[in-house]
């Protein structure tokens, strides 16, 4: 379950301190699926960051899963954020590195001398068993963007935070992506917040909410 209450966030634009955020609060069940609208600099990703603890707010709490991480320090944030998943728009995968290599990358970092069992299942699902041995320069970009969902969910995270992961995609990938991303977090009971332009994908989610004038208009 994700709580925050009265959450202020201001950051510095040019001369000006813009308020993105004025005592923003809301509550989203555990394992619900959130897709977030909003026109572009509504503070969407501010939001995804402040709950991934990229940014700390100004004042108010956010609680993710019984756990205070607006009350953390560097090395909590730190530990918090190798719990979680992070999916963004334009993929961080490392070009010298095979897919394989990529989804385990971040496992390897957190648990340097364990095997991880799921990840011949994970690939499979995403249709990425044949693509193991490829670089990410010859991926498609649907194809980056499910690595991407690999390497995320290798984890079994509680929480998987995604930045318009089909920003880059068209139409019919964009739709293939967001329906594999959604079905997968469904049957490991992940609560999933995604941050979209498209009304079209909010039909995979089990709620919509759109932020305007920092502050969400359900």
Known sequence: MI???NLCFRRQDGDQLQTLFDNLSF???????????????????????????LLSPNSGNITVNNALISSYNAQQLAH???KIGLIFQHYQLL????VKQNILFQHKLNNPNK?????????EQLGLTNKLNKLPSQLSGGE???????????????????????GNLDQSRSHQVVEMLTSLCKQRKINLIMVTHSQQLTRYFDSVKVLAN?????
């Open 3 to 5: 709580s925050v209450t």
């Open 27 to 53: 509550e989203i069940a555990a394992q619900e699926q959130l897709a977030l609208l909003g026109d572009s600099g509504s503070g969407k990703t501010t939001l995804l960051h402040l709950l991934a603890g």
């Open 80 to 82: 918090y954020r190798r």
């Open 95 to 98: 070009d010298c590195l095979t």
């Open 115 to 123: 095997a991880h069992s799921e990840l011949n299942d994970l690939v």
């Open 144 to 166: 980056q963007q499910r690595v991407g969902i690999a390497r995320a969910l290798l984890n079994q995270p509680k929480l998987i935070l995604a930045d318009e992961p089909t």
């Open 214 to 218: 920092g502050q969400f208009n359900d």
